[in-house]
């Protein structure tokens, strides 16, 4: 069932997906990696409440996997539920402080509850230890946007600008702010 998860997920059909990941967990239930690939299909097909209740039963099979933490905590940041996030994305940096990823998930966690120096300290340290600026970059613009900073905004804005190939919704809200549009697209993407 595992093999037939794997094959949807690799299609992009990431209902078919959980379905398979769903069966292959109850045929084999201490399998965590079934749980872990249940959580990240249904994450993928925006059904975040079971993507946690799945990896929440990885979580309780093999608690010192740190990125289970991590995969929790983007459910947990799509839902709004920061707190919860930020608990998850400390244990994942307690387990393995260094993993660019998790930062990027606290900082998250920290823009949701408006902590905006804490969100900027964890997404440097994403970029210090990843220096991937689609994701460092990019949330370090947004949080300086949301803290009213539009120079340093539109610093990170202007690196990411001028990679090839952004996703849609980045390069729309990029091109907005670098001309001068700080009205529209102002959710947190």
Known sequence: MANLGYSYQKNGNYAKA???FASAAR???KNVDNYYELAYSNAETENYLQAINAI???IELKPKVAFNYQERAYSHIKLKNAEAALADTNQAIALDPNKAIFYAGRGNAFALMEKYPEAI????KCLELQGKPLDSQFNLGQVYELTGNQEKALFYY???AKIPNLPEPVNVKVQARMMGDWENYKEWI
Do not use: C, M
């Not at 300290?121 to 440097?124: I, Q």
């Open 158 to 160: 202007s690196i990411i």
């Open 27 to 29: 045929l084999h239930p």
């Open 56 to 58: 929440s039963k990885a």
């Open 121 to 124: 300290k964890d997404f440097e």
């Open 18 to 20: 959980g379905e398979a």
